[in-house]
């Protein structure tokens, strides 16, 4: 019961969100004046806020601003130990370096070092949490942008790219992670810079690391949909996630925004059907994912969790087994990779939920900005398929999907498929790679493929059973956060400006509805057929596999 009433009043607390937000960032994105303080940061950064910019001009400012985002995170890892407040950290080496610095800025947040004893202040602060704040809300910006495509009609433009980012940043996630980390502060979370004679001091012990701020650090991670933190345990340490409470709000934190964003999108569009038919299919999906998950974990499979009652290993006690599967289902769902308890002590059944969650795209809701045009994209390959089914050329919010469209379309949704397939390929093919499992058998491949969907999806969890600081392991997740991050951006920006640039087509009795349940079942099977029939064989050797020992 205790587990339902978590579950109950975190919807609800969504639920009376999602108009509110929702609208509040339809007026962000579509206003027309510029608050003082982004005027100055617009004459910093050279930028005329009211000019417009074509697809490609949009998508080289969000390359361009992510390589300079990675080279600078890069440095200032490197420089670490001649940087004030290092806390005497030595410089991070090369392949982590490259690892963390492309993890932070495609919004993946993948932690392959122990924060408290890797990174001092400056590194955390300037570095991190900075990218916390502006990778979410470069996602958030393309999401805008692909919604401009399909509200706009004879115009080759989608808006300013340095506009959206800073609007984002400055009026959505800066204020909200403000008020969380009061309130997570006001529910025990520390907020200091204590230094180690001060932490030797309130411990009486020889540590040599330090709480840095885990307060402000936790309220953005989450809202951001990010998962660095600087505590190794993550959001099960208790100075980040103290209590029930705390927990309660993390969860709400790191699925609020994605879940409003359909009411922007239906505001923009002109109809907010389409915005409740998106978060129907969200909704869906994550309610399954979240009564397969407690399903799971609370049968307590095995003779010892039957003899006590749960499956206690991996879990913080100060959350339980329910709300812990909770969070980890919410944390896969979205692209956030924060974890409160090891999955890779899940059932097998549980774990594999959880890789299904990571392998469907991230878009129940998703990341900040990328669940929405990833939900989007699945939204245009429906209305292809089901054009194709009555012979129809086949369109969505008044614009046809042809050849363009739809190839744009598909090849997104390859990208990441073939990233976590061929990434887990060669791990395993390898002795490196291999070596990085700490269980052999389906557990183990489980182990690594876990490892390359998060990295491939952008989202950053790990099973928590399988070492990945090396140097294989840095390079590859590396390449694969980079490639699952910015291809897909690319791809849906061509499709924003292709679908910008038509005439309105007016609704016919041949025009499906797209706002109707028949349009929000045809979502959700299209989305779990195509990851089905793609993944099914390496679920199979897997989680698939050890549930059936």
């Not at 890069?74 to 392949?95: I, K, W």
């Not at 204590?194 to 020889?206: I, K, N, Q, R």
Request: glycine letters at 12%; a neutral charge; aromatic letters at 8%.
């Amino acid at each position: 019961m205790a587990g339902i009433l978590f579950i109950g009043s975190l919807l609800l607390a969504l639920a009376l969100c999602y108009k509110p937000l929702g609208d509040y960032m339809y007026r962000v994105y579509t206003g027309t004046r510029h608050l003082r303080v982004e005027r100055v940061v617009y004459r910093l950064l050279g930028v005329q806020p009211d000019s417009e910019q074509r697809w490609g001009v949009y998508a080289r400012g969000v390359l361009a601003f992510s390589v300079l985002s990675i080279l600078f995170l890069y440095g200032l890892q490197r420089l670490q130990n001649h940087l004030f407040l290092s806390l005497g950290m030595d410089a991070v080496e090369p392949s982590l370096a490259w690892n963390t610095a492309v993890s932070f800025v495609t919004n993946t947040n993948w932690q392959a070092y122990s924060g408290e004893s890797t990174m001092g202040h400056v590194v955390q602060t300037a570095g991190l949490a900075v990218q916390n704040f502006v990778s979410a809300a470069v996602g958030m910006a393309v999401a805008v942008a692909l919604v401009r495509g399909f509200a706009r009609s004879k115009t080759d433009t989608l808006g300013n790219f340095w506009v959206d980012l800073v609007r984002g940043t400055i009026r959505i996630l800066l204020p909200i992670a403000f008020v969380a980390a009061l309130l997570l502060v006001a529910g025990g979370a520390i907020q200091t810079f204590a230094d180690h004679s001060t932490w030797t001091t309130l411990t009486g012990g020889e540590q040599t690391f330090t709480p840095a701020a885990a307060a402000s650090q936790e309220a953005i991670k989450d809202l951001g949909t990010n998962g660095g933190g600087i505590f190794n345990a993550n959001s099960a340490h208790p100075f980040e996630n103290p209590t029930a409470w705390t927990n309660w709000l993390t969860i709400l934190l790191l699925t609020l925004i994605a879940s409003c964003l359909p009411r922007t999108f239906g505001r923009m569009v002109g109809d907010n059907r389409q915005g409740y038919a998106i978060i129907s299919v969200m909704a869906i999906i994550a309610i399954v994912s979240v009564g397969v998950t407690q399903w799971a974990e609370l049968s307590a499979s095995g003779t010892v969790p039957q003899a006590i009652g749960q499956a206690l290993e991996g879990r913080e006690t100060r959350f339980g087994v329910s709300n812990s599967g909770l969070f980890a289902t919410a944390t896969t769902l979205t692209s956030t990779g924060a974890v409160n308890s090891f999955h890779d002590s899940y059932t097998a059944i549980g774990g594999g939920m959880l890789i299904f969650n990571m392998l469907l795209g991230e878009v129940a809701p998703g990341g900040v900005g990328a669940g929405l045009y990833g939900m989007l994209i699945l939204a245009v390959i429906t209305v292809f398929v089901a054009g194709l089914m009555v012979g129809r050329t086949p369109e969505y919010l008044g614009k046809k999907i042809g050849a363009r469209e739809i190839k744009l379309a598909s090849l997104y949704f390859l990208v990441t498929p073939t990233l976590v397939l061929l990434g887990t390929a060669v791990a395993m093919a390898t002795e490196t790679g291999r070596a990085a499992m700490l269980n052999s058998g389906p557990h183990g491949l489980s182990e690594i493929l876990y490892a390359y969907t998060s990295a491939s999806n952008n989202n950053g969890s790990a099973f928590a059973g399988v070492s990945v600081n090396t140097t294989f392991h840095n390079t590859t997740l590396g390449l694969c956060m980079a490639l699952g991050r910015f291809l897909p951006i690319v791809l849906v920006l061509a499709l924003a400006g292709s679908l910008a640039r038509q005439a309105p087509v007016p609704a016919s009795a041949g025009t499906l509805p797209t706002y109707r349940p028949q349009f929000v079942g045809l979502v959700v099977g299209v989305t779990i057929i195509l990851v089905a029939l793609t993944f099914l064989p390496a679920l199979a050797l897997g989680p698939l596999a050890e549930g059936l020992l």
